[in-house]
C-alpha cells in the first residue's frame, strides 16, 4: 500500500462512502477504528457531514451494538485459540446475510478484520460479492498487508492507508498529481498529452512520489472525499489500478519515461471515455 498521511473519515453524505475499501494500517487497531468511523458514516442518521457522533445510530456504531454493523473475524477453534484463517464458511455467511435488509439504518456494513488471512477459498467467495455486490451494502477490509490480498479482489476496493505516517509526497508532488488529474478529468486527450509532455520525470524518486500522491487522491475521488469532476466510478477504479500498476513496474526498475509512456496510452483512454 501507498505511504500516506492520516485520513478524515468524515464525509458530506453517507452515500459518498463506497461500496468496498480496504483499509490499510501496520496497526490492527488503526484500521479497526478508521472501519467504525466509517461504518458510523454510513449509518448515521444526519443527512451531511457524517458521522456527527451523536445521533443514536452513531452511538451504537461507536459502542459495538448497532445490528446492522457485523464484524467477520478469526474465529477460535475447540482449544479457544484463534484459527489462522478466515474461512470460505463465513464469507458463505455474510453473503447470505448481505441479502437481508439492514434491520435499523438504510445500509448493512460489514468489516472483515485480518482481511489478508482470508484463506484462497474465502477470498474468492468474497471476490463474487464484491463484483456483484447488494444495494445498499458497505464492505470494509481492514488489512495491516493488502498485498496477501488477491490482486482481482484489492482491485475492486478502494484502498485506504490510515496509518498516520508521514506522507510519501511533498507538495511539488502533490502539486503535479493535482494537475495530472485534472487533465485526465477534463475528458480531453490534448489536455493529458500536455501535460505529460511538459512534466515527465525521469528520476525514480520524483516519478514514485508523484504516483503516491495521484494514487492517494484518486482513492479520495473514489471514497467521495473529493471531487471527481466528470469522472465515473469505473474510471476512477480503472484509474486508480493504472496508477498503482505503474507503481509496482517502477518498484522492479522499469525506466520512468516508461511509466509516463504508459500512463499517456492509458490516461488518454480514460478521458475518451467520458
Not at 184 to 204: D, F, H, M, T
Not at 211 to 223: E, F, H, W
Not at 257 to 264: D, E, K, T, V, Y
Request: hydrophobic share 40%; proline share 5%.
Amino acid at each position: 500500500m501507498r505511504r500516506g498521511a492520516a485520513v478524515s473519515l468524515r464525509f458530506e453524505s453517507a452515500d459518498q462512502i463506497g461500496h468496498a475499501t480496504i483499509l490499510s494500517s501496520p496497526s490492527r487497531e488503526d484500521a479497526l477504528r478508521a472501519a467504525r468511523e466509517i461504518a458510523a458514516a454510513a449509518v448515521c442518521l444526519e443527512k451531511k457531514d457524517v458521522p456527527c457522533g451523536v445521533c443514536r445510530a452513531c452511538r451504537k456504531a461507536f459502542n459495538k451494538v448497532h445490528p446492522d454493523i457485523v464484524t467477520v473475524s478469526r474465529l477460535p477453534d475447540k482449544s479457544g485459540s484463534l484459527r489462522r484463517e478466515i474461512s470460505v464458511g463465513q464469507i458463505r455467511e455474510l453473503t447470505l446475510d448481505a441479502q437481508t435488509l439492514p434491520n435499523e439504518a438504510e445500509r448493512k456494513v460489514y468489516i472483515i478484520d485480518e482481511a489478508e488471512l482470508m484463506n484462497p477459498n474465502a477470498q474468492n467467495a468474497a471476490l463474487k460479492l464484491l463484483e456483484e455486490p447488494p444495494p445498499r451494502v458497505v464492505f470494509l477490509l481492514c488489512v495491516s498487508n493488502p498485498g496477501l490480498l488477491l490482486e482481482t479482489v484489492r482491485s475492486r476496493c478502494a484502498v485506504l492507508n490510515i496509518s498516520g505516517e508521514e506522507d510519501g509526497a511533498d507538495e511539488e508532488s502533490r502539486k503535479l498529481a493535482d494537475a495530472y488529474l485534472r487533465a485526465v478529468r477534463s475528458g480531453e486527450p490534448a489536455q493529458v498529452y500536455r501535460w505529460i509532455a511538459g512534466n515527465e520525470l525521469n528520476k525514480v524518486d520524483a516519478t514514485n512520489r508523484f504516483l503516491d500522491a495521484a494514487l492517494q487522491k484518486t482513492a479520495d475521488m473514489l471514497c467521495g472525499r473529493e471531487p471527481a469532476g466528470a469522472l465515473r466510478r469505473e474510471d476512477l477504479m480503472r484509474l486508480w489500478q493504472l496508477l498503482d500498476r505503474c507503481s509496482d513496474y517502477l518498484k522492479v526498475n522499469v525506466n520512468p519515461r516508461h511509466i509516463f509512456s504508459l500512463l499517456m496510452a492509458e490516461s488518454l483512454r480514460i478521458g475518451e471515455s467520458e
